[in-house]
């Protein structure tokens, strides 16, 4: 797949209610040094409340943290795995992740 953005790009990227699972590496990649990413998707157990229900498009249970433990340097800030009952019933994965900056910023305490 080509990736139109280069890397070290973004501030900040939020996904939502979305999966594809190739774009992963892009996504972090694309993460500047002290970036933020947001993604929440449906995940398994979703089918009993309706759309989307088709396993290819619902994540593995925990598959979000494996993503990200994939990839070198990445920092979990927050992790949910379960049943949402608004806007409507989901079963979904979300999860905040942090690309620390290059060289820890030190402060002095006077």
């Known amino acids: 797949m080509e990736w139109p953005f280069e890397e070290s790009r973004f501030a900040g990227i939020v996904v ?9 590496p892009h996504l972090f990649r694309s993460l500047a040094p002290g970036g933020i990413l947001l ?3 449906f995940a ?10 088709n396993p290819a498009f619902l ?3 925990g598959e979000l943290l494996e993503r990200v433990a994939e990839e070198d340097g990445l ?3 927050a992790f949910e795995d ?14 905040c992740v942090l690309k620390p900056l290059a060289e820890p910023r030190l402060c002095r305490i006077a």
Request: net charge positive.
């Open 16 to 24: 939502t209610n979305y999966l594809h699972r190739p774009l992963f």
């Open 39 to 41: 993604y929440e998707t």
């Open 44 to 53: 398994a157990g979703n089918e009993q409340f309706g759309k989307p229900s």
């Open 59 to 61: 994540l593995r249970q």
């Open 75 to 77: 920092r979990v800030i």
């Open 82 to 95: 379960g049943y949402v009952d608004g806007p409507k019933a989901a079963m979904v994965q979300r999860i």
